[in-house]
Each structure stands twice: as C-alpha cells, then as structure tokens.
C-alpha cells in the first residue's frame, strides 16, 4: 500500500495514524477532519500525517480511505467524494454496526467504487485525538464483513492491514456481526446509559446526593456511560432491530429476577447467580480482559 | 478497644483482621469461621489473628465483635451468642441493606444487647480470605446507621473505629441508607448480572460463540457479575422494597430509549446520552474512581 487517508481523526482515527506510521504500513497518510478543533489538537500533538483541507486531495492520493467519523456522517461524505474517487482507491471504515449503514453505503456510494467494511473492537470512554495510541488495536479483534457482493481480494487486503495494525482478524457477515454487537456491546452501553439516567432521576425525586456513594457498581456503569453520544446514537439507530430484541430480552429476564427476589426464590434466583459467574472465567481466558481484581484499578 | 472478634473471616473479614492488626487498633484478635476451607486458608495465610473453634471463646473475650458473614447467616449466629453474650460487648456489622436485617437482629438478640449498624462502601467480585488486603477500607466511606434506638456512645466508638481503618465515615438512618445503595450498587449488581444472563440465553438461541467479542462492554458487566451469589442474594432479598422500586424506574427508563431508538428521536435521545456524562465526571472529581480512560487497564 502507498497511502492511505483517515477520514476523522477522533480517538480511533488518531490511533490508526499513530500505528500505521509506527510500523511504516503506509508510505504517506493523510488526514482529513472536519472539526477545526480537531485539526488544532492534531497539529499541536504532531501527529505524524498530512493534514489535507480539501477531501479532494487526500481522495485522489491514496489507495486506501478509513472512514472514522461517527456513521451519521458516512452519506454526506460519500455524496462529496462521489465527484472525483475512482474505483481503485478502497474504502473501507471502523463503524460498530453493519447492516442499516451498508444500506447507505449501497445508495449512495458510485457504483464500480468498493467499500469493504471493518470493525475493530476497540476504544474507550474518552474521545479526541489526544487519547489515541499506537497500540489501542494491539491483540483485539477486528471483525471483516464479508457480504455476498464483497470482493475477495479486498477482504485480504484488509485482513492484512489489520494485522499489521496489530488485530486479530476475524470474517462474517453483517447480519451475524450487527446480532453479536448488540448483545456483546451496543445492549451493554444503553444500560449504562439507562442505569446513570435512573440514578439521576432517583437524585432529583429523593434529593439525597447519591452519586458520592457510586463506589459499589454504578462508578463502572458511570465509565461505559461517558462513551461519546453522536457515535452512540448512531450506532443505536443503525442497528435498532437487533437491539429492540436485545432491550426485550433483558426486560424480560429482569422481570423475571424481580419475581424471584419478591417471593424471595432462593433456588431460582441462586441458579441465575451462579451461573454467570462462569462468563467472567471465561472472558478471562480468552484474554478479553485482565484478571486483577476490581481490574485492579485500587 | 481490648479485644474484637470478626465472624466470617472472607474478602472484608480478613481485610479487617489484617488492618486491626497492621494499625494496632486491638488488642487481640479472634476469628471464626464455620468454613472449613476457609480456616485452612487464613492458617496457610498466617494471617495475625488467632482462630476460635468456638464462638463462645470469641464473644467471651471481646470488647466488639464485628459480623462479616453474608446477612443470612445473623438469625443463627445471634441465637447461638445469645445464651453467652453480655451487654458490655459491641456488635456491629458490615452488611450491604439495613431495614430487613435489622429486624432480625431486633427480633432475635437478647434484649439489653447491643447491635449498631456499619457499611464500609467497598469490596470486589473476588471473595475469600486471600484476596483480602489491608487497605480495603482506605479512603473509602463507611455508612454508620442511626436508628432511633441508636445509642449515641456506641456510634461514636464505630466512629472512631471505622475511622482508624481508614474509612471516611458518614450517619444516616436505614430507610435513606437502603434507598441510596438500592440505586449506587444494588440495581447496578442486578443489572450486571441480569445482562450476562441475557448473553448467555442469546448465545444459546443463536449458537454463536460471542464471549469472545465481549471486550465492548460486557466484560466490564462479567466482572460485577461475578461477585459472590451468596451475599448478592442476601442483598436483594433484604432490601427487595427499594430494588423493586428501583427495577421499574429502571424498565420504564429503558423503555423510554427503546421507544426514541425506533422511533429514530435525535433530539430525545441525545439529551438523555449527554447528560448521563455529567454524571462520570462528578464521580471522578469525587474521587470515588480513577480518572485513567478504561480504568488504566490497558
């Protein structure tokens, strides 16, 4: 690969510049980002990439385009580069859900111009390009969608950018991918919201100040619920009917866990107690987090 | 302070034994445990205090005995200690919801005995004697319940106490202290354990392998969900009025987002996913967690 440009150059975005001029993958990269604010802080942290003000100019120089912005800006971008990409740039992004943003992508996207989507499972609570590093990418899973129009040569083009990037790559396709995420991911962070809102409006109904005592559980929700609100609606939107069914199921089992503790059923609810004892285990095994108590944050 | 006697020496039990002794704040310390794995483990972790194989030996010699089983454990306990305890020793404990307990405790310890109520705000998802440490309690709050039987010296004394193991101390009565924690840790630790059981019923019906991509948020919810089911049960069967009331706020909140997600409510669903921030930044400034994105885990 010669050059490649990062559209949106946020936490993710910066990150990508970082590790990609780390391990020399590209030989020039180029960073378009529309927030003037964005450009001060990538400016002023010097990051090693070329800023470009017009999309023209980092479009019609590279061979591969990112696109890190939050999804909702995926149309508006397509319809400006339209004018002037040809079909031999690739383009693929780090969106975290598939199925209603590839609808987009299809519409609107010149047709002979291929898109090839990428999802690395990666990020934090924190946003901007100050929070970026080289390694965020280090050993995670990126997911590559492999739907029935998408070229197979491509998809190996990406699964080694993305090694070299540092991911573990994994293939599927956008219905497997978007039903995973929303029960692994997108569920989890709209009960965090949900869970940070109930303590708030518990606030204002009791006017006890709670959030002082927050150390025993609500503190974790509060992080996941810090996560940046345009991505996140985005990705509740685009991914809406697998978490319509996600949010039923859980009000479901919640319901069902209510049950249990009003007729106080010690055997029904130890059962459910124990039981998921056994993903932590898990998740530890695989290595998906760290194995220190509290994460060992005391 | 001569004497004290931990009942139940796991996670905070063993902390507390490791703190008196480290702080010199007794003079002796005895610990009972009816777990015989666990008295094999603080003999092999030689931790400072000397080990009672009965609790009369215990109660007998102390000047405070602090209770540090799961709540469910107190009837038994107290009946046994009634027929030997005197009104010149203390009990306090540390358990996590206050009302339903303290009407065992008010039903069953003979009468003349006195019982003020602690909770230390701390703790982890691991539990047993080794994974206790002697700065558990550090900077921390404990909660001190005053009850209108409350006796005033008693409570400056756990004051005192709590205080010499490094806890920041703060008085309320049971009622406020069950609401506020039905919110900060209660409904957090059902939700928790509530979403991973979701995962789990999701990966049956759809035989997908998904822990593996749970570094999204879920991994985050399994830590929660793999503290001890024993208490946990305990505390939602103790405290199940709040909790109740607090899972319908929270159902009737979640519905709320299910309806703008369908609906595709920009408006309605930025406001609630900005505000919910407010709330992560409140508690970093309080210092109830660290401020390192992903809790400094990477």
New interface residues.
């Given amino acids: 690969m010669k050059n490649v440009l990062i559209i949106g150059c946020g936490l993710l975005g910066s990150s990508l510049v970082r590790r990609i001029s780390k391990k020399k993958i590209a030989k020039k990269i180029f960073i378009y980002d529309k927030s003037k604010s964005n450009i001060t802080k990538i400016k002023k942290l010097r990051l090693p990439g070329t800023i470009v003000k017009s999309l023209k100019d980092g479009v019609l120089n590279s061979d591969l385009i990112i696109f890190c912005t939050p999804m909702s800006e995926y149309k508006k971008l397509i319809l400006e580069i339209n004018s002037f990409i040809s079909a031999k740039t690739l383009i693929t992004d780090i969106g ?1 859900s598939k199925i209603e943003s590839s609808k987009i992508i299809k519409k609107f996207l010149k047709k002979g111009v291929h898109w090839t989507r990428s999802h690395p ?6 946003s901007g390009p100050e ?1 970026g590093k080289d ?1 965020m990418f280090e050993g ?2 990126c ?1 590559l969608i492999k739907d029935k129009k998408t070229n197979f040569k491509h998809l190996k083009f990406l699964k080694s950018f993305w090694k070299k990037v540092g991911s573990k790559t994994v293939i599927m396709n956008s219905e ?1 991918h978007d ?3 929303s ?20 606030e204002k109904i ?1 006017k ?1 100040n ?17 996560s940046n ?2 991505m ?2 985005d990705i ?2 685009d991914n ?1 009917v697998n ?2 069914k ?2 039923d ?3 479901k ?3 069902s ?2 049950k ?3 007729k ?1 059923n ?1 055997k029904s ?2 059962k ?6 056994k ?5 530890i095994k ?1 290595k ?3 194995d220190r ?6």
């Fill in positions: 975290s499972i990666t990020g934090s609570e924190v929070h390694n995670k899973w997911v497997k039903k995973i995420f029960i692994t991911s997108h569920l989890p962070h709209l009960i965090a919201y949900n869970l940070v809102k109930s303590a708030q409006d518990f009791f006890f709670l959030i002082k005592y927050s150390a025993g559980g609500l503190r974790d929700f509060s992080r996941i619920a810090a609100e345009v996140w609606r509740f939107f809406k978490i319509t996600a949010i199921l859980f009000i089992n919640l319901k866990f209510k249990d503790i009003n106080k010690n609810i130890l459910k107690l124990k039981k998921t004892k993903v932590r285990t898990k998740i695989l998906q987090d760290i108590p509290n994460f060992g944050r005391d």
